[in-house]
């Protein structure tokens, strides 16, 4: 496992993002790798550091937020909706030689 710094990019950036990250589980040469999901809200520069598998296939899921952190995420959810639109959604596979991974928010 290695730590990535995820960046979200675009025209139009909104504060915050929250970025869901699930992959499957599997086996690789008697090495196993049980199911994630990981949920990280970005920072104001609209970044998150999150520790990944490198190599492993991953699907991803942006959506805008109005909360700026986790802990007031979970804490609103309940009682509003406090996550937009999904605005990427994709598959990606963590590098060994990067710890950047780049979310480019096409309009």
């Given amino acids: 496992m290695k730590e990535f710094t995820l960046r979200v990019t675009g025209k139009h950036m909104k504060k915050h993002y929250l970025v869901e990250l699930t992959t499957e589980g599997r086996e690789s040469n008697g090495i196993a790798f049980p199911p994630q999901h990981?949920?990280?809200?970005?920072?104001d520069r609209q970044e998150a550091n999150v520790t990944l598998h490198a190599s492993l296939l991953y699907h991803m899921r942006?959506?805008?937020?109005?909360?700026?952190?986790?802990?007031?995420?979970?804490?609103?959810?309940?009682?509003?909706?406090?996550i937009g639109p999904v605005v990427k959604e994709e598959t990606l596979i963590p590098k060994e030689n990067t710890n950047l991974i780049e979310i480019i928010i096409e309009d």
Avoid: Y
């Fill in 38 to 43: 990981i949920m990280v809200m970005t920072n």
């Fill in 62 to 82: 942006v959506s805008e937020s109005k909360a700026s952190t986790m802990e007031e995420f979970l804490q609103r959810k309940i009682k509003e909706r406090v």
